[in-house]
């Protein structure tokens, strides 16, 4: 059992109102965590800190954030400081998203869009948590990659550009930041979130091919099968596993899962 082994710890998760951020925040807080939500839609993560204080007794604060700008980020960091009094063990960075479009037809500004939200988001809000977790001699970064970048899938160029670059990221800040106490790692998952439920409805044929390549035989759920993987990465037992890439697919990542989104010539 895992319970209450973060009680005292506090965390920041970005994109925690919904999907796989959700989960990560849920798990967190079934663990005894303290969190603040953030994302775009304030309603969202206000409802969502709602829902973790009344059900796993911990306190939960929501802010509404445009990861894309920059001034936004650093003061999310530093209100999550505040309303956490004064400490920040934990952050997720794991707002994203991504678009399909073949590759020859991205422009410029798709890309910088791209690594505006995947990439400069979470190198942001690291360096801005970074003065705080030296200080305590304590931080756990977890960083949300995907199997798209890992995989090579087809018209997603600019996402898998984006989060190919937050390993890398990560696995620097990893060895640059170990000597302080601060873990970093990457969790590429594969978990249904709103947006794949919906598009697996009106696509069934494409969500039953690729769960013939996944060969735990099933979809991920956000907070039973990502979120004990972000606590345990959080906890004192994380403190000797850093600069990983950790696959919570089902095993989908050991020969790939064909992934082939319509597109627009």
């Known amino acids: 059992m895992m319970e209450k082994i973060l009680a005292g710890r506090t965390a920041l998760v970005t994109g925690g109102g919904q999907g796989v951020g959700q989960g990560i925040a849920r798990a967190l807080a079934g663990a005894g965590a303290d969190i603040v939500v953030a994302q775009r839609r304030g309603e969202e993560a206000e409802r969502e800190a709602e829902w973790l204080r009344a059900n796993h007794d911990v306190k939960a604060f929501a802010q509404p954030v445009d990861v894309t700008d920059a001034a936004a980020v650093d003061r999310m960091v530093a209100t999550a400081v505040e309303q956490l009094g004064g400490r920040l063990d934990i952050l997720v960075n794991n707002a994203g998203g991504s678009f399909p479009k073949r590759f020859e037809n991205h422009t410029d500004a798709d890309m910088a869009g791209a690594f505006d939200l995947n990439y400069w988001s979470a ?143």
């Open 123 to 265: 190198f942001r809000a690291m360096r801005a948590a970074f003065p705080v977790m030296k200080a305590q001699g304590y931080g756990r970064i977890i960083n949300l990659g995907s199997l798209n970048g890992v995989n090579a899938h087809m018209f997603t160029v600019a996402y898998n550009a984006s989060k190919e670059a937050v390993r890398a990221l990560t696995r620097t800040a990893a060895v640059e930041w170990g000597p302080h106490g601060i873990t970093c790692n990457i969790i590429c998952p594969s978990a249904t979130s709103p947006q794949a439920k919906d598009y697996f409805a009106a696509n069934p044929e494409m969500a039953q091919a690729i769960l013939q390549q996944v060969p735990v035989g099933r979809f991920g759920d956000a907070t039973r099968d990502v979120g004990p993987v972000a606590v345990f990465l959080a906890s004192e037992g994380g403190g000797y596993t850093t600069g990983n890439s950790f696959f919570v697919d089902g095993g989908g990542h050991i020969n790939g899962v064909a992934w082939r989104p319509e597109v627009e010539d």
